[in-house]
């Protein structure tokens, strides 16, 4: 089993920025691929970041519409993974979720169904 548990959310006001932190226990993989999706009201799950193995290195995806505001790093002594959010807008309001795939990467990543685990989420709120 793995346990997920996000922090770092919180309101704040356009063009500001906030860091999420997700911690895991349980099966602790580094290999494992972990991520973040976000949900916004009355709208489905969406990717937001991953980080993943491939070969000797760690490679990371973005939605193409986020690349260049958020950047996704992992600390494996920690088992814990961040999303560093800059210049933030109302529209990235929502909740945000931890994820991880317990093995290989996947190259449906983008699809929330493709993950294993998920964290209970963590609330950001931008307001204009």
């Known amino acids: 089993q793995v346990q997920l548990v996000e922090s770092g959310g919180g309101s704040v006001q356009a063009g500001g920025s906030l860091r999420l932190s997700c911690v895991g226990s349980g099966r602790t993989v580094t290999s494992d691929p972990m991520g973040w999706f976000r949900q916004a009201p009355g709208k489905t799950r969406e990717f937001v970041a991953a980080i993943y193995r491939g070969g000797n290195s760690r490679n990371t995806a973005y939605a193409s519409s986020l690349k260049g505001r958020f950047t996704i790093s992992r600390e494996n002594a920690n088992n814990t993974i961040y999303l560093q959010m800059n210049s933030l807008k109302p529209e990235d309001t929502g909740v945000y979720y931890c994820?991880?795939?317990?093995?290989?990467?996947?190259?449906?990543?983008?699809?929330?169904?493709?993950?294993?685990?998920w964290g209970q989420g963590t609330q950001v709120t931008v307001s204009s």
């Open positions: 994820a991880t795939i317990v093995g290989a990467w996947s190259d449906s990543y983008f699809r929330p169904s493709q993950w294993d685990y």
